[in-house]
């Protein structure tokens, strides 16, 4: 009788020797014995040939074969038990997940999830669907896994970019605010030896040009030109009563005598030279520090990375699908790993190109921080520089005061009593002692700054091309690549074999052709696009300031060729604008009048005729009350 594969065939029992040997066929339908071929006397019908002779009897067609007893064919039965090694082969037993569950639970997760034994796979959406080691649950909790993964790897080398900018940022700001405390702590210090009380009673005016100054650094909206020659006016201000004690100056006197101070040059050269030095390397220090910290600020905001259901299917894929295989130890190929990681990260690798730039810019500041543009060799000396242009000032005061008298008219004399009260309140003696360079406090924040520069520079030529690295720096690691060294025993996303397809390009566009990760290249990241325009931003200022140049800054080193500086000429060139802004005159005041007219005119052109007379009266009689 035929049973199932594994079994063997026999004859129905309480057959006849014939109808074993024939498998049941000797019977006719109704039954009777077959009708032999000699009769029954005849030697060839009581002969009965041995069974190794007797002549092989074809079987009778299948409609007439007997059905009773249910036996196949001798033929299929011969065929079933010979196809019975290959159906084991190719249906083998279900392997043991042992190891797949040790693994499964070392990640955190229960136990009870994963098989004990392979399972059929029908019910997994991105991994094999053969014979698995994964059930559901297992692929959802392997595919945020493999997120958690991606974006653990990214950050981790992102984050030694990001704490390098960081560090350097807080190193360049500490070392840039104490070395304003230290000079404004250095000039008060001199000052007070130097000039004793006449200083004390005018610090507020070298106080205030120490918070303009830090408020610049800080991102305040001060334009340094302007605050400087605020200070240098207000300075001679006060220096002008100081040398001419014997007079009465109004405020409107005073007035006339500062709005020409780069006119009348009475701190010498000092004034011109200071504000370019002093503009151009707080240019260059905060805009180098901004840069810093727009860096620092990128990398914090582009690292955080969140991939897409489509790049969330191609990291489950590589990282975690050989799992459920049973393939634990097998890593991804590597170019594997780097088309993968190249569709994860298109928007981080359009980054690249912008990023590259800002750095060129960067290191250009910073040649220039080295250079003509050191805030260190403006700052550290500024007292000795002002204690120069006061000391010029006082040396020429005789000279100045004289130009002044003939621009802005002959003051008022002061009583003989207050005139002498003045002068011995001022102690104003022209003694002054040299200040000893040896005295002014060491450099600030513990360095100086052509260390932190040299220093900065070596780490921003290592940040170069980060963005465009950072797929084969991830794939380096030999947790999420075998790398190079066996290509052949790898994963390839579907079996331990040799990956075949090429490395698909850097960048958002060059993703239409990656085999792994489907990627809309028609929408970009927004988080992306604006770090690319922080940069572009970012890049234009280090451009101004390695220039001298900032926002509302007026190169002053060409103030020679405009006529609003008023430095293209000398005094006596220039004295009828200087007449006309005289408010205390002693004779001569038709000539007065008429100049006021001119003025008037010229500043009030956009005036009707009316209101223009109106004015020149209102200040002829301003004059009367006087």
Not at 156 to 161: D, F
Not at 403 to 422: D, E, H, I, N, Y
Request: aromatic letters at 8%; proline letters at 5%.
């Amino acid at each position: 009788m035929c049973f199932l594969p594994g079994q063997v065939c026999s004859a129905p029992p309480h057959a006849g020797p014939a109808e074993r040997s024939r498998g049941g066929a000797g019977r006719t339908a109704a039954g009777a014995a077959p009708a032999r071929r000699g009769g029954a006397g005849s030697a060839e019908g009581r002969l009965r040939p041995p069974a190794a002779l007797a002549r092989p009897r074809r079987p009778l067609p299948a409609r007439t074969m007997p059905r009773r007893g249910g036996c196949l064919p001798a033929l299929l039965c011969a065929l079933a038990a010979l196809s019975l090694p290959l159906l084991l082969a190719a249906e083998p037993r279900a392997r043991s997940c042992s190891e797949v569950r040790r693994l499964y639970a070392a990640k955190g997760f229960s136990q009870s999830e994963a098989p004990s034994h392979e399972i059929s796979g029908d019910h997994l959406k991105v991994c094999s669907q053969g014979y698995t080691c994964c059930s559901q649950e297992m692929e959802e909790k392997y595919s945020q896994q493999s997120k958690h993964d991606f974006r653990n790897a990214v950050v981790e080398l992102s984050n030694h970019l990001q704490t390098m900018f960081s560090s350097r940022y807080k190193k360049f700001d500490e070392f840039f605010k104490e070395l304003l405390e230290n000079a404004e702590k250095s000039l008060n210090d001199m000052f007070v030896r130097t000039y004793g009380r006449l200083y004390m009673q005018n610090s507020e005016l070298f106080k205030d040009l120490f918070v303009e100054l830090k408020r610049y650094y800080v991102g305040g909206n001060v334009n340094l030109e302007e605050m400087l020659n605020e200070f240098w006016a207000r300075l001679l201000e006060r220096m002008f009563r100081l040398v001419n004690p014997q007079y009465h100056f109004t405020d409107e006197y005073l007035e006339c005598v500062s709005k020409y101070t780069e006119q009348l040059k009475p701190f010498g050269d000092v004034p011109r030279k200071l504000k370019l030095q002093v503009t151009r390397a707080f240019v260059a220090a905060r805009t180098f520090a901004q840069g810093l910290a727009v860096a620092r600020d990128v990398v914090s905001k582009v690292s955080a990375v969140n991939p897409t259901p489509q790049g969330t299917r191609a990291l489950l894929k590589m990282m975690y699908c050989p799992y459920c295989r049973g393939l634990v130890s097998v890593k991804p190929c590597y170019n594997y790993c780097f088309n993968v990681m190249r569709g994860c990260l298109a928007n981080q690798g359009d980054l690249d190109a912008e990023w590259n730039i800002f750095i060129d810019s960067m290191l250009l500041v910073a040649e220039r921080l080295e250079g003509p543009f050191n805030i260190e060799s403006v700052m550290d000396p500024i007292d000795v520089k002002i204690s120069d242009a006061i000391m010029n000032m006082q040396e020429n005061s005789m000279q100045v005061s004289q130009k002044v008298f003939q621009g802005c008219g002959q003051p008022k004399t002061l009583a003989q009593g207050r005139t002498a009260r003045s002068v011995s309140e001022s102690g104003f003696s022209a003694r002054f002692r040299p200040y000893n360079p040896e005295e002014r406090p060491t450099t600030a924040a513990g360095t100086s700054l052509d260390r932190l520069v040299t220093d900065v520079k070596e780490k921003l030529k290592q940040a170069k091309k980060f963005w465009s690295s950072l797929p084969g720096n991830i794939c380096n690691d030999e947790k999420m690549s075998v790398g190079t060294v066996d290509e052949n025993e790898c994963w390839n996303g579907s079996a331990k074999s040799r990956y075949d397809f090429a490395v698909t390009g850097n960048g958002l566009a060059s993703q239409v052709n990656n085999p792994e990760v489907e990627v809309d290249i028609t929408k970009p990241d927004m988080v992306i696009r604006r770090q690319i325009m922080a940069l572009r931003v970012m890049t234009n200022k280090l451009k101004n300031a390695y220039s001298g140049n900032d926002v509302d800054f007026i190169d002053i080193s060409e103030e020679s060729s405009g006529e609003e500086s008023g430095s293209g000429c000398e005094l006596q060139q220039c004295s009828p604008e200087f007449e006309f802004n005289a408010t205390e005159v002693t004779g001569n005041s038709n000539k007065s009048d008429k100049t006021l007219n001119t003025s008037a005119a010229a500043t009030r052109s956009g005036l009707s005729q009316a209101a223009l007379l109106l004015s020149i009266l209102f200040l002829a009689m301003q004059r009367q009350w006087r």
